[in-house]
């Protein structure tokens, strides 16, 4: 299988996992997006080298917080305390952007496991923004 059609699958795979749970968008590229509560999220399928394709997803979780925000601080205080993804916060001028990201290998993966697998990555988001706003 190419890996343009390796990727394919994958990202078709995650869509079926997702429509499971929420309302699924398949952009023009094929990226996925969806809302996981008040948390927006895309997944992309790469081709990192031959036969190795993995999925990524982005979750931002807060947008915008106050410049002088305690939120970096905070998330890496948090960042240790969870197992599926990566926390970054980035300083706009409008305030802190954060966001949780998580790449994998998907090869294999059925609809199900791979659900369940995206599930407790943007739960962690979505929990990790109501930490930071709650």
Same mark, same amino acid.
């Given at each position: 299988?190419?890996?343009?059609?390796?990727? !394919? %699958?994958?990202?078709?795979?995650?869509?079926?996992?997702?429509?499971? $749970?929420?309302?699924?968008?398949?952009?023009? /590229? %094929?990226?996925?997006? $969806?809302?996981? #509560? /008040? &948390?927006?999220?895309?997944?992309?399928?790469?081709?990192?080298?031959?036969?190795?394709?993995?999925?990524?997803? =982005?979750?931002?979780?807060? +947008? /915008?917080? *106050?410049? /002088?925000?305690? !939120?970096?601080?905070?998330?890496?205080?948090?960042?240790?305390?969870?197992?599926?993804?990566?926390? %970054?916060?980035?300083?706009?001028?409008?305030? +802190?952007?954060?966001?949780?990201?998580? &790449? $994998? *290998?998907? #090869?294999?993966?059925?609809?199900?496991?791979?659900?369940?697998?995206?599930?407790?990555?943007?739960? =962690?988001?979505?929990?990790?923004?109501?930490?930071?706003? %709650?």
């Amino acid at each position: 299988m190419s890996g343009g059609a390796a990727t !394919a %699958g994958m990202l078709d795979t995650a869509r079926q996992a997702l429509e499971r $749970f929420h309302e699924v968008r398949v952009d023009d /590229d %094929g990226a996925l997006s $969806f809302r996981h #509560g /008040d &948390v927006p999220c895309a997944l992309q399928g790469i081709e990192l080298a031959e036969g190795l394709v993995v999925l990524s997803l =982005t979750c931002v979780v807060a +947008w /915008d917080l *106050p410049a /002088d925000s305690t !939120a970096p601080l905070r998330l890496a205080e948090r960042a240790g305390q969870g197992m599926f993804g990566t926390l %970054g916060a980035v300083r706009t001028d409008q305030g +802190w952007d954060v966001t949780l990201r998580y &790449v $994998f *290998p998907a #090869g294999g993966l059925a609809a199900e496991p791979m659900g369940t697998l995206l599930m407790l990555v943007v739960s =962690t988001a979505s929990q990790v923004r109501t930490e930071l706003l %709650g």
